[in-house]
Each structure stands twice: as structure tokens, then as C-alpha cells.
């Protein structure tokens, strides 16, 4: 059959080509997919790219509805979606098993940010701080939702008689969790719920530590978020145990006064609940300093004796808490308002603990928090 002119050149030119490239080393089918644009699969059949099945609007319509399932960054979210051919469902899946190899990617930045998250009841209260990069993920209501989750979880998982209690993220990481979110769902570890939020939100996110304060007494705990932006949730926490000597007093004082206290306590920063318990290595330092002070004065030993005692008082009116000026009343101070609670119930209270609690704090910001870092506290 003869050829046109006309005819014989493209195809002269596909074959030269052809020849070219079997020189460079191409298969059959991979020249063809080169040439061609289209897949080769061994089994002979060629399939066109799904891609250009799909258009420019169909593709921006995906990303956009799988952003809004996962949270999870654009550039991850349309990169599945062009590995699983636009297919959403598939993408989804994908998404969360590559969550595992982004969060470890992640997992050796600073994250110092995050939020406070607190569950209680009369006589419990947990408090959790869960880690991110940014105060804008802290915004996020995936994140805060796992925050939230948490400390419930922690609340539920305490053992008996502990009234104290703090732990690191091994206490909970294994444990089981159900989530109950439209883009967080089902039943899984506390470990592989905040990996997969770190995939979503494209940062690292660590559960850093946590904290269980109870009474066993006639007592209630009372808590204290700030800056909230729901209830439960921020990013400086203080609780305290109020407890009454009689059993038949009524609490209803104690839960109004102890959550002002829990107030003062987030303002004050106290570090001891007593002067008796200050520890002895405290003291000693202070002390030591108010004795080089006092000697640059060049008064008797006497007088600088003075001095120092005089000064440790001012000291100890800042780090103890009963001896602190009262934040809602400065003109008097917390044992005075206890005092004051104890004749309102006809019945002796006394603080049992107490803990403040801020995010990101003695968390090394050029480093990975390793979650270890201690919390001033009260006994």
C-alpha cells in the first residue's frame, strides 16, 4: 500500500525517535509511556493518566473537601490525591498511614507551644499539656478536641489513693481512647491519636506531661484556666484541695473560695505551701545572698542579722503561699482567708495541695522538648 508524502513523515519521525531511545536504553513500554504520556502496566494494557480525566476545577474541588475531612497541609493533601489517582477515599486512607512517616519527620522540632487541657470532678481534677509548634495549631478544634480527650482520659485512668500524682506521657500513650470528632473518630492509643493530629496539622505534637491532684477528705478541688478559649483549656493552670476538719461542713465555700485561690496561685507563682516547708536548700541560697547584700552596708553584725531576717520575711511573702498577699484583697493574705473560710463553715479548713502549670515552661526553645522537665509545685 503506498504512503503520501505527507503520511510517511511523522511516522518516519516516531521511528527514528524509537531507534534513539532503544539506543539510550528504554523498554518498549517505557519509550511508549514517554512518548505518549500514558502508563504501561507489564500486562501490556496502557491506561491514560488519571489526572487528565479530572479537571483543573474537579481537582481543586477534591483537595479542598479532603482538607476539610483531615486538616492535614494542602501540599500533603493533593499529593495523595494525585498518588491514589483522585481517588478521595483511597487518599483519605493514604493520608493516615503516611501520618506515622510525617509525625517522625516532625518529631525532632521545637514544640513548645500548645495548650492546657483539664477534666475534674468534686474530688479529682487532671491536667495534661499537650505540645505543638504554633499558637495557631493550639487554635486548631482538632487539636484542642485530642487536648480535651486526654485529660478525660487521665482522669478515668487515675489509681486509687493516689493524691499527688505526676506523670510523663508513658502513662497514657498506650492507653485506649475513643474519639468522637468528624475528622478525628474511632477507637485507637493516645500515642497513634496525637500522631495522627501531627500528620493533620503538619506539625509536631507531643504529649508532654500531666498531673492528677485528688482529696480523700471532706474536701473539693478547685481549678483555674487562663487565657481560655473554651472551657478547660488553656494556657496557665492552678489547683488547689480545700479540705474541712468536719464532715457535715458545707462545701459550697469551699468550691467559691478555693477557685479564687486557684486564681491567686496562676498570678503569684508560689513555689511552697508553708514556711515549714521551704526546703532547706532554698533557704540556704536565699540566705546567702541577703548575707552579701547586707554586707556591702558596712553596719555591725548585729544590724546585718537584722537586715537578712527582715528581707527573708519579704521572701517568704513571695514564694509561700499562705504567707502571700491575697490577689483579690492585697491588704491581707492566704491563711487569713483561711482563717476567714474556717469560721464562715464553723469547721477548720486546710489547703492539701496545690500545683501551677504553664505551657512550653523549661522547655529549651532551640531544642526538642524530651518531656522530663520538673514543675514548681507545692508539698
Known amino acids: 500500500m503506498a504512503w503520501g508524502q505527507g503520511a510517511r513523515k511523522p511516522i518516519m519521525g516516531l521511528l527514528f525517535r524509537a531507534q534513539q531511545q532503544a539506543a539510550r536504553g528504554y523498554s518498549s513500554s517505557a519509550f511508549q509511556t514517554h512518548i505518549l504520556g500514558v502508563d504501561a502496566p507489564q500486562n501490556g494494557m496502557f491506561l491514560r493518566r488519571f489526572s487528565s480525566q479530572v479537571s483543573s476545577s474537579e481537582q481543586m474541588s477534591l483537595i479542598k473537601q479532603l482538607r476539610e475531612r483531615t486538616c492535614a497541609p494542602i501540599k500533603d493533601v493533593k499529593a495523595s490525591l494525585v498518588s491514589c489517582n483522585w481517588d478521595i477515599e483511597a487518599a483519605q486512607k493514604d493520608l493516615r498511614k503516611r501520618g506515622v512517616v510525617l509525625a517522625a519527620k516532625k518529631s525532632s522540632r521545637t514544640a513548645a507551644e500548645g495548650l492546657l487541657a483539664i477534666a475534674q470532678d468534686e474530688k479529682r481534677a487532671a491536667v495534661i499539656e499537650l505540645n505543638c509548634e504554633t499558637d495557631f495549631v493550639a487554635r486548631n478544634d482538632v487539636f484542642q478536641y485530642l487536648a480535651s480527650s486526654v485529660a478525660k482520659m487521665a482522669l478515668s485512668a487515675q489509681g486509687p489513693g493516689q493524691l499527688f500524682l505526676p506523670f510523663g506521657p508513658e502513662y497514657l500513650e498506650n492507653m485506649s481512647i475513643n474519639l468522637d470528632h468528624p475528622k478525628l473518630s474511632g477507637e485507637t492509643t493516645v500515642q497513634s491519636a496525637v500522631t495522627e493530629v501531627a500528620a493533620m496539622v503538619g506539625e509536631n505534637v507531643k ?129 487569713t482567708v483561711l482563717n476567714d473560710l474556717s469560721k464562715e463553715v464553723g469547721s477548720k479548713v486546710t489547703i492539701g495541695n496545690f500545683f501551677r502549670m504553664q505551657v512550653g515552661e523549661g522547655i529549651e526553645r532551640h531544642e526538642a522538648a524530651d518531656g522530663s522537665e520538673p514543675v514548681a509545685n507545692a508539698a
Open 207 to 335: 504529649l508532654r506531661r500531666g498531673f492528677i491532684l485528688s482529696t480523700t477528705a471532706h474536701g473539693v478541688v478547685s481549678s483555674y484556666v487562663h487565657t481560655c478559649p473554651q472551657p478547660g483549656l488553656g494556657r496557665i493552670a492552678g489547683l488547689v484541695t480545700l479540705e474541712a476538719e468536719d464532715s457535715s461542713a458545707s462545701l459550697d465555700a469551699l468550691k467559691t473560695v478555693g477557685s479564687s485561690i486557684a486564681m491567686h496561685i496562676v498570678a503569684t507563682k508560689p513555689l511552697f505551701l508553708s514556711k515549714e516547708l521551704v526546703s532547706a536548700a532554698a533557704l540556704e541560697n536565699e540566705r546567702e545572698i541577703l548575707r552579701t547584700q547586707a554586707e556591702s552596708s558596712g553596719k555591725s553584725q548585729m544590724a546585718m542579722d537584722k537586715m537578712v531576717e527582715g528581707r527573708l520575711r519579704k521572701y517568704f511573702e513571695e514564694v509561700v503561699l499562705m504567707e502571700q498577699k491575697y490577689v483579690l484583697n492585697d491588704s491581707t493574705n492566704i491563711k
